[in-house]
C-alpha cells in the first residue's frame, strides 16, 4: 500500500476546529493531519517520522521558550532535506528580517504565506508540495515496489560491497533518511532515467 501524505502543522494559535485544518482533513484525511502548538513538539514528531511523506505547515512566531520558523528549519535540514515546509505568518512581508528571510531561502522553505491569506492559496501550495512528493524518486520507487508481492518486497534484493543485505522496503527507508546508501541509489536511478532517456526509450 502506499503510503499518503502526512500534514503536520505547527502554529501556537490554531486549534483542531480552524477552518484551514478543518479543510486539509476533508481532502487529505483525519488521521493524515496533525497539529502541533509547540516546536519542540513539532521536531519531536518530524524526528520520528523522517521516512513519511511529510509536508510541514510552520508558523513564524511559536510562544516564548519555543525555537521559532528560521531556528526550526535550520533544523529539520539537520535530519533531511526530503520535508517539505511551508511558512506562515501574522507579519508583513517587509517586517521579516533579512537573516530569516535569508535562513528560509537556505533551507529551502517552499513558500511563505500571510495567515490572512484566503484557505484556497494554503491549500494550493499544499496540493503543490503533494505532488512534488507523489512524483519523487523515493515516492515513484514506493508505487514501484507497492506492486511487488509481500513476499517480493521483504526478501533480500541487495548486497553491498560489506555483505549488508536490504529489502526492497529497506531502499524507501535508506532513499528517505538520505544515507550514504540511498543518496547512491537516489543517483543510480536518476542516471539511469536519464541513460534511457538518452538512448532513445522516450516512451512514458
Known sequence: MI???????????????????????????????????RSSKGLS?????????????????????????????EKIREETSLIYVIIITAKQFSSISHEALIKFIN?????????????????????????ELDTRV????????????????????????SGETYTLDDLIIEIRKETELGQRMERGILQLAIE???NGDRQL
Not at 7 to 29: A, F, Q, V
Not at 45 to 73: C, M, R, W
Open 3 to 37: 503510503e499518503p501524505v502526512q500534514i503536520l502543522i505547527i502554529h501556537d494559535d490554531m486549534s483542531e476546529n480552524d477552518p484551514l485544518i478543518i479543510t486539509l482533513k476533508e481532502k487529505y484525511g483525519d488521521e493524515n493531519v496533525k497539529l502541533e502548538k
Open 45 to 73: 514528531y518530524i524526528h520520528n517520522h523522517l521516512t513519511s511523506k511529510l509536508i510541514v505547515l510552520l508558523d513564524f512566531d511559536l510562544g516564548q521558550g519555543e525555537p521559532h520558523a528560521p531556528e526550526v528549519i
Open 107 to 131: 533551507n529551502e522553505a517552499l513558500g511563505i504565506i500571510q495567515s490572512t491569506a484566503d484557505i484556497k492559496d494554503v491549500v494550493s501550495l499544499v496540493d503543490k508540495a503533494a505532488h
Open 138 to 161: 523515493d515516492c515513484v520507487l514506493e508505487q514501484w515496489i507497492a506492486k511487488r508481492p509481500k513476499e517480493e518486497r521483504e526478501k533480500p534484493y541487495l548486497t553491498t560491497r
Open 196 to 198: 534511457q532517456l538518452t
